[in-house]
């Protein structure tokens, strides 16, 4: 296992937000965090990458514990996609880009053929090539995401966490991103909400509701009808799709 957490609780004052949370992604493959709002998703990927500090439990990193890694090195590392980033600085897509290279440089160093590179194949992974000298503020919401998953991959990391990576973008980009990070082959950790994507484009699904883990294991073994109807109050029908063979729910109305 490339990350894992073993029981950890974070808190803010009194309220428990992460209670207990034991998970465990597998080396090159889709953990899906799956849940309602407020179910902690978000606040779970932030203590991975250590934006925020666990108050027990510990988290380990290709078996290393977390809190003794140095930040420069968790930032060469792992790279995290957030649900809305915004600037006040008059920067270009491809600068924000170009900001991932930063954990692989030193304080002097001059700009490399290689970070050149990098953000190069960045933007042209996510389709945003042709609009790379485009300032951040003229970008739609989609396109600022697609910005930031591109910075995320020039940064190379090993292992990538994405928060709500499609909320802002239609459906045939919403498809095309997931597509490419299930082609990554690195270890990722992606926060949902779509039920049915995290069924097409994730190899194992974790459950939260109210910080807690509830449900763990394959798409089609969480994924039920009970479950459904349990934690996200509503009823469905889910089946394997006869033309991708993923699991499918149909939800159902009264």
Request: glycine share 8%; hydrophobic share 40%.
């Amino acid at each position: 296992m490339t990350i894992a957490t073993d029981n950890v609780t974070y808190t803010v004052g009194d309220a428990i937000i992460i209670d207990g949370v034991t998970i465990a992604a597998t080396e090159g493959k889709i953990l899906g965090l799956v849940g309602p709002n407020g179910s902690g998703k978000s606040s779970l990927l932030r203590l991975i990458c250590r934006l925020r500090r666990a108050k027990s439990g510990v988290i380990r990193l290709g078996g290393e514990d977390l809190c003794t890694m140095s930040r420069g090195a968790l930032a060469s590392r792992v790279a995290i996609v957030e649900q809305q980033t915004s600037t006040d600085t008059p920067l270009t897509a491809r600068e924000v880009v170009s900001l991932g290279r930063t954990p692989h440089r030193g304080f002097l160093s001059p700009w490399s053929s290689e970070d050149e590179q990098a953000v190069e194949e960045a933007l042209e992974r996510v389709d945003m090539s042709a609009r790379a000298e485009r300032f951040w503020h003229t970008l739609s919401g989609g396109e600022r995401q697609r910005v930031q998953l591109a910075k995320a991959l020039a940064q190379r990391p090993s292992e990538l966490l994405l928060d709500e990576p499609t909320n802002h973008l239609d459906i045939q980009h919403q498809l095309e991103i997931l597509s490419l990070v299930s082609k990554l082959g690195i270890t990722c950790i992606i926060a949902m909400h779509d039920l049915n994507l995290a069924a097409m484009f994730c190899n194992s699904l974790a459950v939260l509701q109210n910080g807690k883990v509830v449900a763990s294991g394959s798409p089609e073994h969480v994924l039920t009808a009970d479950l459904l109807a349990q934690i996200f109050r509503v009823k469905a029908h889910v089946e394997r799709s006869a033309v991708h063979g993923r699991y499918h729910i149909q939800y159902l109305i009264d």
